[in-house]
């Protein structure tokens, strides 16, 4: 899942300043699931807004929505009856969800009210961490299911480097270092043979700008 | 003991060196963090007929330096041998190669390709790393161009760059048993000659040796161990516990504890450790790397009986 | 003051239970129990191994099945239609049962570092192992040692009292060496009296123990608390028999996994909590009898063997009636996060699949009516307000804050509003000021309801919870410990006092720290004045 992070609640009012009338708009996607932007946190965020702007005395009136998901079109559309009302709006979806608002919602501004931060695991309750990077090019059947890419922290392919001590990485101690992960798991597999194989030089997939997928066969005429 | 006599691929003095079964010695210069040659003239006016070449490192620890490149330019112009170093961590293949021709062109003929310290230790900790290959792939890429002439992407090199490739390891990283399966992985991928880590602890050395010797690397490419000067106490324990790969041993922090003159026992354990490479098995040389004391390098290569240095 | 909830009428549902009790644990104790229990229902006894006398007395009852070399490896599914995995002499098994009852039997350990090193030998013998030997002491002089070691379990006292009147009655020459009388238990006190009525000597000792054995005789060394002495006074016996301490069941913790259910202090089962009765688990369902929870003994055992035959015999009918109070979710809110599922103390909560819920996944979480407990932890935790918990739904809660005063407290209904209810008779003008908002749980405390209490007038909030470690829910208070911290930093983040918001942990009884707090946190308020937040329209 995309894992995201409240912005501080200082940086957002900063963003609404000028208004008097916002929507705050969550998701009940992977946003939800990692606790920062569902209907709950709409309504913290929501509840804090108002009584800063009571306190400053420029009150503001703060609606509240959350809808399935920000990363379809017609989920947006349920969003256009509050949009209508409203001068801005602070969504808690991911880069992608606001990003779409966005398109759907011009003129009206929307503004992130989160920090995307990775693709993540959800390990327990409060706690995620970055599995994958998106690289586009999975390598997991040659490094025993984990991810070199997103878990080393040089993304070597052919680790791990000299850094690597009681198995973890030199960037922190509280860092597992991703070869040593792997090279555990091969020899639990008993594949520590594809340890010695050489992989090659890696396509980065940049190569025609921001990554697009269309699949013709399924495409609607 | 270097008991190897070869052919020549490059012809570097260093290779010349190690291919006639003599035991190699090189040293290491840090490059300053400003504009100035300041360091390197006064250090390698010490170091000449006393070392077979003399590493740059490449933005050690993530800091900005003087770039490797241009430190081995310099000691060219001032007739001695370079061993340019080339870490993944800041350029990607592309600068690389276009760094190699020009490298080459200039007379440089020694490579170290190594992974480079993670950019969170440096004084730029934000900024991309970016690892576009490791150093496995690079050693590979050099290969490529010197015995294939063409680049990564397969295109034809008019007149390729012919290096003599070094690599680094690390004998105190984990999984221990791994390390010279790794080893293993970079002279295949084409590394002609290795320089480890600086050795602190000997007993750990020699097994790491005796693995390397019984999968036979030590036939494949010229392996030499890496000798540090460690001048104070202060700085052993330091390394003991604050640098992530590495590994001191008990005892050579004590020598250094209990001496009346640190910094000769220094010298003395440097000398010893020297001593007794030259009797193991494997070993075709020393890289001496005083950081921070370069000038202590022809005291440490003479007192070890390495001089005078074998010439062509 | 506290504010009284209209009720609607409650809904009943009726559920398929299976009768079928599993018994874990072979010894005296899983006997005692499963003879009780297969009364009205059939019962299933399982030991790891081989029982020795128990498995007599079970032998031939028409209601009792007992299969020896069989371990529990998991468990699923709820109570009443409990699911559970064996592995039967290395084969994996699968059967299902109503309910669950823990006899896995404490057991003894002699340590010598308790008697100065001593060693275990012919003349030197622990309490167990002095309990099986069937040997003729008459004539003989034999002594018991207590205090040395158990000192928290009265099962020496007990052995030690009617091991000794046995012998005395058999013509033997016994002596108790003790530093401390312990009799506060059923019977004790008579066997204790009895004991001296026999015969028996009684001997206090105060501070160190010397030990000297020899082939002839065993001598205990040791200073009379209340005579002058120059040298300890030598105790010299046939045989000396030594208290041991009790330890868990070596299966305890593979147990405690398997079933998911929770250890305590020592190891044994069951946490150090004063909201649970002896036989209660984390776990409706799953019952501790014995000394598996922590050494006992048995006139404590009668007891909870009668308290767990009629907790289980609810299900000997095969169907149960049960309130449908538990919390009720929302499917189109329902992210199927695994928030709730994770949280949840009582392993009440299932992912359910239907395709009638009414949400991408056609998923949602599931409380079960027979396992929840109704903390209500799970309704304050879930991202997407999903969940909402009969009676005490946000809307029910909220709704109480339409005038609220200068300090709003929700309050567990387990400590808080008990100690409320005392402080409140003892100063009721101070208590005049706060209005008390019930929860079952200060874990239902949703985050949101700390915020909007100061947006709806409030100027302080205070959430009273039990003492810590003392969670009726276990882990209720901690997530409201965690929530007031989490709220705070979020009024700071808008230039308030977080201060305004504080937590109090009370007992039911402590009606005089109650008004502490509220004093307190009053004097508090009134320095940090009106909250300048209130969104009042």
Known sequence: ?221 | MNNRKSELKVGSNLEKVLASGQFACTGEIGPVTYASFANIDKHAEEMRGKVDSVNFTDNQTAVVRLSSWAASLRLIQLGMEPNLQMVCRDRNRLAMQSDFLGAYAHGIRNVLCLTGDHQAFGNHPGCKGVFDIDSVQLIHMLKRLRDDGCFECGAECKQPPKFFIGCAENPFGDPFEFRAIRLEKKINAGADFVQTQCILDMERFERFMEMCVERGLHDRAYICAGIMPVKSPKMARYMQHGVPGMIVSEEFCQRLEKAEDAKAEAVQLSVEYIKRCQEMKGVAGVHVMAVAWESIVPSVVEKAGLLPRPTF | MLQMQARSAVIYEELDVLPEVLVIGCGTEGAAVALAVSENQPVTVIDHDTPHDSLSLLKGKSNITVKTGVKVVGLEGFPGQFIVRFLENGKHAKKSFGAIIVALEAQPRFDTKKYNGLELGERILSLSQFSKKDNDYSGQKVTFILGQADQDSLISYKNALSMAIALQEKEADVSILYDDMKVSADQLEQDYELARARGVNFLKYKGDLQFIKTDVAATVRYWEPFLPQSEQIRLISDYLVLAEDYIPHPDTADLADALDVRTGPDGFFQEDNVHFLPIMSNREGIYFIGNCHGPIYSAELEKEVETVKAEVGRFATGKISVAALQPQVTAEQCAVCLTCYRCCPHHAIEIIHDESLNNMYHSAARMNPLACRRCGICAAECPGKAIQLPYYTDKEILQQLSKPPKIVAYACENSGTLAAELANKMEPELNAIIQIVPVPCSGKIDALYLLKALEQGADGVLIIACQKENCKFIRGNVRADQRKELVRKRLEEIGMEGDRIEIVHVAANQGHQFNESIRSMVARINQLGTYPGKVIR
């Open chain 1, 1 to 221: 899942m995309i894992v995201v992070e409240n912005k501080s609640t200082e940086d957002i009012l900063k963003m609404i300043a000028p208004y008097k009338k916002v929507l705050i708009a969550g998701c009940y996607g992977c946003v939800t699931v990692c606790l920062a932007g569902g209907e709950k946190e709409v309504g913290l965020l929501a509840s804090q807004i108002r009584m800063a702007r009571e306190k400053e005395g420029n009150p503001i009136e703060v609606l509240e929505q959350t809808v399935e998901r920000q990363c379809d079109k017609e989920y947006l559309d349920k969003f256009q009856d509050n949009v209508r009302e409203v001068e801005a709006v602070v969504s808690l979806a991911c880069g992608i969800g606001i990003q779409y608002l966005a398109q759907v919602c011009e003129p009206v501004p929307v503004y992130p009210g989160v920090n995307t931060q990775f693709l993540g695991a959800n390990l327990d309750v409060g706690v995620w961490e970055e599995y994958c990077m998106a690289c586009g090019e999975c390598v997991l059947d040659k490094t025993g299911g984990i991810c070199p890419v997103a878990r080393c922290s040089k993304h070597l392919f052919n680790g791990p480097c000299g850094g690597s001590q009681d198995g973890k990485c030199e960037v922190d101690k509280s860092v597992e270092c991703a070869w040593h992960l792997i090279y555990e798991r091969l020899k639990a597999l008993g594949q520590l043979d594809k340890m010695a194989e050489y992989i090659p030089v890696k396509n980065w997939h940049r190569n025609e700008g921001p990554r697009k997928l269309v699949k013709e066969d399924l495409t609607l005429e």
